[in-house]
Every structure is written in structure tokens, then in C-alpha cells.
């Protein structure tokens, strides 16, 4: 008897378990044996010698393309995590056996990419009978958009939302086993599912999910109503994947949230952001601390005091302006003013010297007047941002701003949108150039896309710095001294 067949024999007589993650091991394992010809990893004992060195019967390939933001890109690591446990290879390229995009719906112009994409992807299929096709994330999570991909894009093979992504090693089972279109979207969750595997872009440096979901109902946006309500992770499992992830080699963590100023609320044992920084602090061998997104109105001095005194947490804040006209963040239902928002930028440059700040901005909400918009580039003026990224209003459909009256005309949006982008460089361009001649400390992160003789590193500002190194440097931080601003980067030489 061959080693499928004993093992094929054996998984039969087992019963599917109804709890996490063990459901989702069992299969993974069941795709390993029927459809890879490997030993299962989780539910039958296997020699770690015949599990290390074992190869798949078949060589399939599997692509995941993201969209979007950093949780996405996070969320796709696990994805890749699983299809790699299954037995597929990664690879970049969408010719591939299996190609799974996570998709954005935050602005329109994500979705018709989506759209777009797709069409070249069915074109693939058609010359790999093979091949399937999965979509997945926020953009799945509205209904208008599924019914349209039921109605018009039949090919596509497998269809799951952001609530029930840890579910993908069973739903793609289902699929090859019913052998049609398998669509399953929750509504919302309270469940937080521990211990999956996951395949990270860098080995040096990790994302890591500390809440999921959002509270906030900032009217523009759709993010409450794709990623559910605000959970937040427990500290000790947050702690222990971070324990690991170095026992692994990582040194910087960016701390993902769609608002982590607001952490901990809902815990069992409250605790704030900033206390649960300080327990990430004590980890030995992280050295850097990165967190993303901030919302100003939760933005306490408790984490400003953290900060300022923290070896470890990087000099960096994005704090998302969306619009400098109290007026407009009233309408926003943002729960700040102009004034509020610029002394925490105040008290932030005051308690951390040189700290960078960015920030994302809307041009064009609902009933934005020329008056609204020149506060917008008042603030920009007055905050100085290192970098802003700047975003045209989208309508999306569902949410209270896309009622309301005078929608802003394009030629207007966009004129703004120029203006406020020249602006945004030009001051990021000065604030770059306040670093030159200094030696800081740098992640190494890559060789260099354009100079093979150069490295990439980034300063914990998230500036970027090219010098010149070996790839033996990739995943160290070194002192570099900054000669030369270029702009948005530095030029330097390692001292
Ligand atoms: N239109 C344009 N930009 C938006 N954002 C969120 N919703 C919209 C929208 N409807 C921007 C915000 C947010 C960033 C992630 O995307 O600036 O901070
Ligand atoms: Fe959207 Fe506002 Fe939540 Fe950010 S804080 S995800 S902008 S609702």
C-alpha cells in the first residue's frame, strides 16, 4: 500500500471536529492527502523526518493578489499561509492553478479594477481546466457585489468575506468536492480564530492584528459596514504570536487596527493602547514598534507619554486629518475640530523631537465649499506633514454621506485635488530635508529595485534610505548617515 492510500485510509475514519482551529487543520490536511499525496500535518501522528522532506505527487501553483490596506496584506499572508500547508507552491504570477484576489472596497475605483482583472483571469482559465478562481475581503462583504458576479462572472469558483476568511481551508474543500461556485458571506462576527498558519512577505518584519472591525461610522465610509464591529484581540495571545514571530527572526512589528486608539474597550479586562504598548515593550529582541491607524478623537496624552519615553516605538504617528474644516469633520461625523486636531499635533512634536507625522485627506466631501477646502490647506500648512496621502470622495453607496445633497462637481474635486497635492509635496519635500547630515539607525530592508550595489532600509520615521551594502545586511538595523535628501528618500553611507 502506498503512502496516500495508508494515509487516505487512516483520515477517513476520522470525524470532522466542530471546534477552531481544529476543523480548519483537519482540512488542510484532508486537501494534503486527497489532493497533494502528502502526510497530514495535524490529525494523524506523522515522523517529522517523513513530514520534513516529503514532496507533493502534483505540483500546483497559487497566486494571492491584494488589495488595499495593510490588514489586507496581512489578512493575505494568512491566506497564502493556508495554501501553502495545503500543498500549492506561491507563486507571483496570476498564471497559476489557483488565484485568490483579497479585495478593497474603500474607494469605487478598487472595485473596477476587480472588475477589470477578472475578465484577464477568465481569459487564464480557459487554457487551464485546472484553474480556480476565488475572491475574498470587503468588496465581498456587499451584497449588489455578489449578485453581479453571480449573475455575470460564473467562472469565478469560490466567493468568502472578511468575517469568515479563517474558514478558507474548508470552503475550498467544499468547492472540489461539490464542484461548483461555493459563496459564503457572514454578516458580522464576535469570533477571533487563534493559531492559523501564515506565510509572511519579510522575515524581518511582521504585521500583526491587535483588533478587527470599526465603531466609528465616519459617514464617508464603508470600512463599518465590510469589517463588522470593533474586536479587539486578547493582550496574552497578542503578546505570544509577537514572542514568536522573534523567537522567528522578527524585529519590527507594525500593530494593525482600524482605530487602535481605541483598543482593549472591549475586553473582558479593559486595558488601554497605550499599556498594551508597553507590555509589547518588554519583549527581548523586538526592536522596533510600528501602529497604524490612529483616530485623532481617541488619541490620548497616555500614549503620547508612552511614546516619548519608549527605546522601541518608532518616531512615526499617521493621524488622519480627512478634512481640516470643523464643519466638515462635524458632517464626517468625526468627533474632533480643527483646533483639537492641531494641538495633538502640537503636543506630539513637542513630547517626541523630530517625530513624523502623516495623514490621509479627503477632497470633495458633500457640500465641501472653496472656504472648507482652504482650511483643509491650512491645517496641511500648519501640521507639516512628512507625507499625506491624499484621496478624491468616493460614493459608496449605503453609507449617510452618499445622501447627501450638493455632491461636490468633479472638475471642482479635482482642481482642489491638485492644488492640495502640490502643496502636501512641497512641505514633505522640506520635512524630509530636515534629516540630512544626521546617522540614524535603519532596518535594512532590500536590495535596491534600480542599483543592485545599493540597499533599502528605512528609518523609523518610515523614511526611506538607499546606501550602499550587500543582501547579507537584509533584516538588520545599521547606522547610516544621511547624506543627500532626494526628495520623498535619502541617499547615505553606513558609519
Ligand atoms: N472616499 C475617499 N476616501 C475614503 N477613505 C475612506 N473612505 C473614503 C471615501 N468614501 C480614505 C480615508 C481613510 C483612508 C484609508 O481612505 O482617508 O483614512
Ligand atoms: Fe472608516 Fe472612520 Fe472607521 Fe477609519 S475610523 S475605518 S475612516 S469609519
Known sequence: MNRQQ????????????SEEPLRQQYFIDKLRIFMFGLPPKYTIPVDSEELASAKPLVRRTACVSTFG???NARDSEKLSGILQEIGYEIIEDEKADFVLYNTCTVRENANMRVYGRLGVLNGYKKKNDQMLIALCGCMMQETQVVEKLKKSYRFVDLIFGTHNLYKFAELLSDRIDSGEMVIDIWKDTTQIVEDLPVDRKYPFKSGVNIMFGCNNFCSYCIVPYVRGRERSRRPMDIIREIE?????????????GQNVNSYGKNLEEPMTFAQLLQEIEKIEGLERIRFMTSHPKDLSDELIEVMANSKKICRHMHLPLQSGSSRILKLMNRRYDQERYLSLVEKLRKAIPDIAITTDIIVGFPGETEEDFEQTMEVVRKARYDSAFTFIYSKRSGTPAAAMENQVPEEVTKARFDRLLALVQEISREQTARFTGQTVPVLVEDVNDHDASLMTGRMDTNLLVHFPGDASMIGKIVNVRLDECKGFYFLGTQV
Open 244 to 256: 514568536n514571530l522573534v523567537a522567528d527572526g522578527v524585529v519590527e512589528v507594525m500593530l494593525l
Open 6 to 17: 495508508y494515509y487516505s485510509d487512516l483520515f477517513r475514519q476520522l470525524s470532522v471536529p
Open 69 to 71: 490596506c495593510q490588514m
